[in-house]
């Protein structure tokens, strides 16, 4: 089982649709939580932090469920500038390191 | 923000001639260096770790004799890629860390695409 786990997509949507990505986790140990899109054939950018009170950054909120080892990303009133794909990342501390655990992603396809 | 440069930016080799990555980070100075490796649909996977000064912490299942990694300076950390071969075409990403900034906080290279043929 990989360590992050995310529905691959693609989601087609339509301008100004509400869409919903979910993402788990196995590892207990995990200590930080994050969202990054990486868009084609690019470097991945930090979208935002994920917390268990949840995080809300203009259309979007992130949110955080330990007990269920649960994140989600919530992304209202898409734009055709939000296509790309959503990686969902944990930190886990490993061998003198935090490292950056990444999900296969989830790719959003937003349409006119 | 920070900046982290890669070059090449993307490579084609023949099978069995061996590569070399460089990463710099441009404005700040990275006292550790990731190395990621994508395949095409497929999460970054984390190959290696790297303080400055110090030899690399390679992950399960990497190679290190076949992946150099080299952290000589504070802002450049070199991958070869030695006797490459087809399935060694992927994306690499190195990503870069300054740690007076954040313990978590990294930041990416634009990647190098690598083809073997």
């Known amino acids: 089982r990989k360590e992050v786990e995310q529905d691959p997509g693609p989601f087609n949507v339509p301008e100004g649709a509400t869409v919903a990505f979910n993402c788990t986790y196995s590892?207990?140990?995990?200590?930080?939580f994050f969202w990054y899109r990486q868009d084609c054939r690019k470097e991945p950018k930090l979208l935002m932090s994920?917390?268990?009170s949840g995080n809300e950054d203009g259309r979007f909120t992130a949110q955080l469920n330990r007990a269920s080892q649960y994140i989600s990303l919530l992304i209202r009133d898409s734009k055709l500038s939000d296509s790309a794909t959503y990686l969902c990342?944990?930190?886990?501390?490993?061998?003198?390191?935090?490292?950056?655990?990444f999900g296969a992603g989830t790719r959003l396809a937003v349409h006119p | 923000g920070a900046v982290v440069s890669q070059h090449p930016s993307w490579v084609i080799c023949k099978s069995g001639t061996s590569v070399k990555i460089e990463c710099r980070s441009l404005?700040?100075?990275?006292?550790?260096m990731f190395w990621y490796r994508q395949f095409p649909k497929q999460s970054l996977m984390l190959m290696a770790t790297?303080?400055?000064?110090?030899?690399?912490?390679?992950e399960q299942g990497v190679e290190k004799d076949k992946f150099l990694i080299n952290h000589a300076s504070l802002t450049l950390s070199t991958l070869t890629v030695t006797s490459a071969h087809p399935e060694d075409s992927s994306f690499y990403i190195c990503?870069?860390?300054?740690?007076?900034?954040?313990?978590?906080?990294?930041?990416f290279g634009p990647g190098t695409r690598l083809t073997v043929t």
């Open positions: 990503s870069a860390r300054e740690f007076e900034t954040s313990k978590y906080e990294q930041y």
């Open positions: 590892n207990s140990a995990s200590q930080s």
């Open positions: 994920v917390y268990s």
């Open positions: 990342v944990v930190i886990r501390y490993s061998g003198g390191y935090n490292k950056l655990i």
């Open positions: 404005d700040f100075q990275a006292t550790t």
């Open positions: 790297s303080n400055e000064g110090s030899k690399a912490t390679y």
